[in-house]
């Protein structure tokens, strides 16, 4: 058949298309099905000594390969999934080895300079990610960097269900002057203190979040027996499925909470608020804590914002994108009474869709409610970026016209979106713990509690069911190195509630009744002033110490100086402490300091103490009915009792009994 010049042309060139897309598409699935080692091994990598080591990855499913590690091979075939894994004997600590991947297609991949020794998890919040870069100390002295300890950083990810996979990874690193400065300083001086004595590999890995809450750290399992969070773990399923109907649910749920505590008070999400004699915000907006004339000078806690803006009929009939910019640090937002987005994140911009239906013609009404914790807050800005996209591209500009209310009644704590990343419930641990699922490790530490202070009263359950949690997934036997919290804020005045305390007193419990748990005491070796203390050496050292006290056979103190009961006889309580082989004492004066005792009403008061025969005795003569003892019951205590090692006698507190006849 004969075919015009051009139709030839023309057929000619489809026949090229096609063939240029089915190469594209038979070489992507090719190269998406080659066989590859999970994104957890790298080049670099430490091999937990001494137990078996499993290594997996991905194929084409019913793939055949062969995997190697030292002298050692394992073949396998990749299941209808596409999953492989191989299991190699344990193996002492040294190296380097190489790990090596060999498929049907006659490509080999090798991952080089593997050691084998111990691999630590650091885990928690920013006093885990607080980097070396800024110690106050010469850490720099490249001498004291050795490059058999390996380094890796988990990138911040959260999911609503558990990951097999980090999305983002970077590799293991070896430790040098480049790599070690924006690493975790507890946990490197951690390795590197009891690197002294063991002499092997350290492999580090750090997953870690500021700001974060132990619930996002929890899997969906760990939390499912506490009925407080079946709310959040539900409204997180229902996200996973449909972001919308969550989004609804979660808002009708914080509309009924602000309701509760202001009965028929009007809403201030609805369009038909009054607003008028609400002051309007500084056309700059930015942290509220720095307006002048508004109420909000320092303030921390919540603020409503509304503005109204007009739309012609094309643009009410399209959907489009609210740019809010940054919120600090949580925001509930509604157009015309509709919610819209609602998000946790102080570094966030907002970027809301907003479905067709819910813009109209004329006057729209925009309202965000936004709450901090802590420093900043508020519509951040800058107002050039505060705006209503459409899809052409075009936008109508929001940035002006802000009225504000600020929230003076006490509200507390609203409730965080499940699904946020720090904030909300089991997303941490999805994203950033579930993957290491299987990968060998020596043991945590866990470093976090700041975030939990204002509800400590449920800390001591959630970690003790945190570390069980983990050890399902990452291995029954695991030990836990808690890191206590430091003092932080003012010096104590009169007797008072602490959640600090609370916090430290529940991390020291939660240890002593595990065996496979030690604590590192850190109050008195921080600034009280600062959040963030730079004195990670001594926590690096403290807390190889718990290591190698967790060891059967050695000695160091594993749980801090632990207070067993407190015993009343007379007008006397006495306060039993465990044996620790070392006596206790007192520095910088003559009796012991911080404790208090508190009566049948709930009332604290501070009481005389002196310390004999390892057993401090509470003058109880004020005291008609003492229940309870308390001891640096603070944010900032003043301790001066120290037991073994010279460590502090940390916060706790006792019930009084009665001494037995």
Known sequence: MNYPIMKNKDLLLHILLVFVTITALWSGTASAMEPAFSSLFSSHMVLQRERPISVWGSATPGAEMRVSLAEHVQNVRADKSGNWSAEFPALPAGGPHRLELAGTDGLVRVLENILIGEVWLCSGQSNTEYPMANLNEPWRDTAKIDSSI??????????????????????????????????????????????????????????????????????????????????????????????????????????????????????????????????????????????????????????????????????????????????????????????????????????????????KAGTNVLAVNAYNSWAAGGLIG????????????????????????????????????????????????????????????????????????????????????????????????????????????????????????????????????????????????ADASDIHPPNKRIIGVRAASVARGLVPGNDEVTDGIVPLRALRMGQEVTVHFADTGMPLFVSGAATPAAFELCDDLGACHYVEARLEQNRVLLNASDIAEPVEVRHAWANAPIINLHGAEGLPVSSFRLPVENAPD
């Open 150 to 359: 390996r380094l890796l950083t988990v990138e911040h990810d959260s999911s609503t269900k558990p990951l097999a996979e980090f999305t983002e990874v970077s590799g293991w690193e070896i430790a040098t002057a480049d790599t070690v400065p924006s690493f975790s300083a507890a946990c490197y001086l951690f390795a590197r203190a009891l690197q002294n004595d063991r002499r092997i590999p350290f492999g580090l890995i750090d997953a870690s979040w500021g700001g974060s809450s132990i619930e996002a750290w929890i899997s969906a399992r760990g939390l499912k027996p506490l009925d407080e969070f079946q709310r959040a773990l539900e409204l997180n399923e229902v996200h996973g499925r449909d972001t919308g109907k969550a989004l609804q649910a979660y808002v009708h749920d914080w509309k009924a909470w602000w309701r509760a505590a202001r009965d028929d008070e009007p809403a201030p999400w609805k369009a038909d608020f009054e607003d008028n004699n609400w002051p309007a915000a500084p056309p700059q907006l930015g942290d509220w804590r720095k307006w002048a004339g508004m109420g909000t000078k320092g303030f921390t806690g919540m603020v409503w914002y509304r503005k109204s803006f007009d739309l012609n009929a094309a643009q009410a009939k399209q959907g489009a994108v609210l740019e809010l910019s940054i919120i600090d640090e949580v925001d509930v937002t509604w157009i015309n009474g509709k919610p819209v987005g609602a998000m946790f994140g102080w570094d966030t911009p907002r970027n809301y869709r907003v479905e067709p239906g819910v813009l």
């Open 382 to 525: 800058p107002p050039g970026k505060i705006r209503l996209v459409f899809p052409d591209g075009s936008h109508v500009p929001l940035g002006e016209g802000w009225r504000v209310q600020r929230v003076t009644d006490p509200t507390g704590r609203p409730p965080m979106t499940p699904w946020s990343s720090i904030t909300g419930v089991t997303g941490l641990f999805n994203a950033m713990i579930a993957p290491l699922s299987g990968y060998g490790l020596s043991g945590v530490l866990w470093y976090q509690g700041e975030s939990n202070t204002g509800r400590a009263h449920s800390y001591e359950n959630l970690l003790a069911l945190m570390i069980s949690d983990w050890r399902q997934s990452l291995g029954e036997l695991l030990p836990f190195i808690v890191i206590q919290l430091p003092e932080f804020g003012p010096l104590p005045g009169i007797p008072t509630d602490s959640g600090w305390a609370r916090i430290r007193d529940a991390q020291q419990r939660v240890a002593a009744a595990d065996p496979l748990s030690g604590l590192v005491v850190t109050v008195g070796s």
